[in-house]
């Protein structure tokens, strides 16, 4: 089974961005999606219902904003949204397909002001205490993937020293994230390509950091421990021209 989690920064603009390619190309099993910033009724009818897929959509209250989705080739169940708390943002959409439970999550960005970056604070314990809880009642394999907006170690980000004061790589975000992953959640793409720098999901559109590949890598796919996985990587080419970030995969064995 192939998963792809992609923050699509806008599925209408995405769509003539040449999404619809890039899904082909891909070939996902199932697909998450982030930042959709759009209800099914604002798609392209084609699109609010793709043919051949099954499709939850999760959009936030605020039109034009945040949102998530989940597509799937089989049978989608047991869909629940939010942290078991009303989720007006629509940031979290969990369901079961194929015999995998997949969550699409798009966590705050704290980079615009310091109140975003308190609600973020905010969000953070949380979002930690229930998808600890998901992963231990679960003794079938559970994908939780989408855009964190943290990236964890240097290795993720293209200039830590530069960005250590910068939202999205702050020393309490960097910690929470290893805590989550000491939780018992596998960074499945850093388990797959070991250590080095990269590869990054998400460039600026400052200077020449997408052409010069200075990114950050803020968009996971976080497995427990049933999950097999067989392979992972990121579709840059994806995050160049489509939107500013890029698809991340994983396969699973």
Excluded: C
Excluded at 92 to 97: D, Q
Excluded at 180 to 198: A, F, M, P, Q
């Amino acid at each position: 089974m192939r998963i792809v989690t992609w923050n699509v920064n806008g599925l209408r603009a995405a769509l003539r961005k040449g999404f619809p390619d890039f899904i082909e190309r891909l070939a996902p099993d199932v697909l998450l999606l982030q930042e959709v910033r759009s209800t099914p009724e604002q798609l392209p009818p084609e699109w609010a219902a793709p043919a051949g897929w099954n499709v939850v959509w999760h959009p936030a209250e605020k039109l034009g904003y945040a949102g998530t989705a989940v597509w799937s080739r089989e049978k989608i169940d047991d869909v629940k949204t939010g942290m078991d708390a009303p989720d007006p943002d629509g940031r979290v959409l969990r369901v079961r397909t194929g015999g995998v439970e997949v969550v699409s999550v798009y966590l705050p960005s704290g980079s615009s002001s310091p109140e975003r970056q308190l609600y973020k604070d905010g969000w953070m314990p949380p979002f930690a205490a229930w998808s600890a809880g998901v992963k231990a009642s679960a003794a079938h394999p559970v994908v939780m993937g989408g855009d964190f907006n943290i990236a964890h170690t240097p290795d993720d980000i293209h200039d830590p020293k530069g960005n250590a004061k910068n939202s999205g790589f702050l020393p309490h975000e960097r910690d929470w994230f290893g805590e989550l992953l000491g939780s018992g959640w596998r960074d499945l793409l850093r388990e797959h390509v070991g250590k080095r720098k990269g590869p990054y999901s998400w460039w600026s559109n400052r200077g020449q950091a997408r052409a010069l590949d200075r990114g950050w890598r803020i968009d996971y796919l976080l497995g427990n421990a049933p999950v097999k996985l067989a392979g992972a990587d990121v579709h840059r080419e994806g995050g160049l021209v489509v939107s500013d970030h890029a698809p991340v995969i994983v396969d699973l064995g």
